[in-house]
């Protein structure tokens, strides 16, 4: 495994509340229509990141798919462990998330909440990633993230696509340096939005719906 992809798994989590400030985001990197930014944070050493780009698929059936834990080893970067811990409805869970890391650096975990709404006349649906480290026991051998805060925003184009916005900061706990990490901020967003442009597409989610999301 790449140091490139040891950093972005360290950096770009799926997934915990919305990460902006008050400056202006740099694009790093573009590639097939992905676009990644970074921003520095008063408070933080380690860059806030921002993917953006176009999926061909409807709201409802992208919400399906971004909530749709069971399969997150499917498309998001270095995941090695993802599992539904509680739901309190089909668009409020609770997931922890394990990452594969090569040695010798301690692969790190999370328990994150997710909550998805969408507005009624725009469309435009929202899922806030809340970070909980506490909300089951450390693992041997395995990092705890100790903080972190993403939102996804999923705007209608009104011609079966949707525009994707990811924004997403992380502190990695450990000594991962924190140069490093924000230098190679990119790799993991362009992996995982190739990777989810294709899972829209599987057939099992042809007749998928989630309660109060539509198109």
Not at 44 to 55: G, L, P
Not at 68 to 93: E, F
Request: with cysteine; proline share 5%.
């Amino acid at each position: 495994m790449s140091a490139r992809r040891t950093i972005f798994i360290l950096m770009a989590m799926i997934l915990v509340h919305v990460a902006r400030a008050q400056k202006t985001w740099k694009l790093i990197s573009e590639k097939d229509g992905i676009y990644v930014y970074t921003q520095n944070l008063e408070n933080s050493k380690f860059k806030a990141v921002r993917a953006v780009c176009t999926v061909d698929c409807g709201v409802s059936r992208l919400s399906y798919v971004l909530m749709d834990v069971s399969n997150t080893k499917d498309w998001v970067y270095a995941t090695k462990v993802c599992k539904l811990l509680k739901q309190m409805s089909p668009t409020d869970i609770y997931y922890y998330s394990e990452v594969e890391l090569p040695w010798p650096v301690s692969n790190r975990d999370f328990i994150i909440r997710i909550t998805l709404t969408q507005d009624e006349k725009t469309k435009i649906a929202r899922i806030v990633a809340e970070n909980h480290p506490d909300y089951v026991p450390e693992k041997k051998n395995v990092v705890r993230i100790p903080k972190s805060a993403g939102n996804w925003i999923l705007t209608p184009l009104g011609d079966g696509r949707t525009k994707v916005e990811y924004i997403i900061h992380v502190d990695p706990g450990g000594s991962v340096p924190a140069w490093l990490v924000n230098m190679l901020a990119d790799v993991g967003p362009y992996s995982s939005f190739t990777k989810l442009r294709k899972e829209v597409k599987k057939e099992k989610y042809n007749n998928v719906k989630l309660d109060g999301i539509s198109d």
